[in-house]
T-cell receptor, first 114, second 112 residues
């Protein structure tokens, strides 16, 4: 079956450019998470949506990072005025509502800021 | 204070049983232990979750001693395709709004 998809898979940006990363969760999954994974590190939480509501954005590193999920399905992570330290893999995960369900991750978008 | 501690890496050979340990000395009463696997260029994948004693599924077994300060992920008869990073996570049993907190994980290398 279809899993979580992300696009683009790879993105190269010049410092100062804005980028938008897309996540298509598994159909019917209410919860959606974004994580950032630096090279050699585990993923770190950025933000969480339940349907269209952004319930936790405590992990967003700065106000240059913005996420939305306007219709409760597809989500976009936007990074404004990219910096070199933003270079990382950005992972999206979705989960069914309710307890005990694991998160299903997409393949990630590798962002390189030059 | 780190919630979990794992070795950085370990090696194994095809066909062997592999036991990967994780320390979580400060585990709380409500915390569960979850293991994820990550292959290069892919997102993490859930393997198994447990609270105490032993849990087994079609992929792995999870052993948790009575004091719950450590856990061991057991992979039976590994193959080359089991080469990956394995993450041990400790946290409240995931509800709909629970974020995952990963450490650095352990890199398992399976050799022919």
């Amino acid at each position: 079956g279809a899993g979580v998809s992300q696009s683009p898979r790879y993105k190269v940006a010049k410092r100062g450019q804005d980028v938008a990363l897309r996540c298509d969760p598994i159909s019917g999954h209410v919860s959606l998470f974004w994580y950032q994974q630096a090279l050699g590190q585990g993923p770190e939480f950025l933000t969480y949506f339940q349907n269209e509501a952004q319930l936790d954005k405590s992990g967003l590193p700065s106000d240059r990072f913005f996420a939305e999920r306007p219709e409760g399905s597809v989500s976009t992570l936007k990074i404004q005025r990219t910096q070199q330290e933003d270079s990382a893999v950005y992972l999206c995960a979705s989960r069914l509502a309710g307890a005990y369900n694991e998160q299903f991750f997409g393949p990630g978008t590798r962002l390189t800021v030059l | 204070l780190a919630k979990t501690t794992q070795p950085i890496s370990m090696d194994s050979y095809e066909g062997q049983e592999v036991n990967i340990t994780c320390s979580h000395n400060n585990i709380a009463t409500n915390d569960y232990i979850t293991w994820y696997q990550q292959f290069p260029s892919q997102g993490p994948r859930f393997i198994i979750q447990g609270y105490k004693t032993k849990v087994t599924n079609e992929v792995a077994s999870l052993f948790i001693p009575a004091d719950r300060k450590s856990s061991t992920l057991s992979l039976p008869r590994v193959s080359l395709s089991d080469t990956a990073v394995y993450y041990c996570l400790v946290g409240e049993r995931p509800g709909a709004n629970s974020k995952l907190t990963f450490g650095k994980g352990i890199t398992l290398s399976v050799r022919p």
